[in-house]
Antibody, heavy 120, light 109 residues
């Protein structure tokens, strides 16, 4: 299993970015996927999730209305569109694969992350 | 402020047993199993426990348990390579969100 994020960078407040997560080594089209972020020196914060069929999305209150999660199963790629960016969105963004094993739902694989810096 | 509460730091010597705790409420830990993630030197998180089950490749000195609204991760026979930040996480049906603890920094003396 490999998850490779890209698309991070430096953006001004109010700007936009699109993050990508290229997946391989598992059945992407049957896996729910998530984005989790980590601000500098802080802990992990869940951002958004997308069901395997692409129809059910969930967002943390801190990003609702500003971020959009999507997927292209033909390309085995997960996306996160970040709009109206704020300084507090500065973080490493991780792509995480969600799984159910023995009745437990959790993230079994994580990417290496891509850094988003929001600053003027 | 995190929905789940963890100790900020825990320390132990090589070979010692240490227990990390994670406290939530009936909407999260009280209703769902907890997973634990290890993060070393700000690299990518790695799953070390889901419920009371070990992912493949994780040594059996790691064990997990839960009682009511508190989950625990125990490391028996602490090793230098166990030094890391540990995060607990589960689903919260009231928040309709995945929640994480603030993380525990484990130091191996």
């Amino acid at each position: 299993v490999q998850l490779l994020e890209s698309g991070g960078g430096l953006v001004q407040p109010g700007g936009s970015l699109r993050l990508s997560c290229a997946a391989s080594g598992f059945s992407f089209s049957t896996s729910a996927m998530n984005w989790v972020r980590q601000a500098p020196g802080r802990g992990l914060e869940w951002v958004s999730s997308l069901s395997d069929d692409g129809f059910t999305t969930k967002y943390a209150d801190s990003v609702k209305g500003r971020f959009l999660i999507s997927r292209d199963s033909s390309k085995n790629t997960l996306y996160l569109r970040l709009d109206s960016l704020r300084a507090e969105d500065t973080a490493v963004y991780y792509c995480a694969k969600e799984v159910e094993k023995r009745g437990v739902y959790f993230f079994d694989h994580w990417g290496q992350g891509t850094l988003v810096t929001v600053s003027s | 402020q995190s929905a789940l509460t963890q100790e900020a730091s825990v320390s132990g010597t090589v070979g010692q047993k240490v227990t990390l705790s994670c406290t939530g409420n009936s909407n999260n830990i009280g209703s769902y199993a907890v997973a634990w993630y290890q993060q070393t030197s700000r690299g990518a998180p790695k799953t070390v426990m889901f419920g009371n089950s070990l992912p493949s490749g994780i040594p059996d000195r790691f064990s997990g348990s839960k009682s009511g609204t508190t989950a625990s991760l125990t490391i028996s026979g602490l090793q230098p390579e166990d030094e890391a930040d540990y995060y607990c996480s589960t689903w919260d049906y009231s928040l309709n969100a995945w929640v994480f603890g603030g993380g525990t920094k484990l130091t191996v003396l």
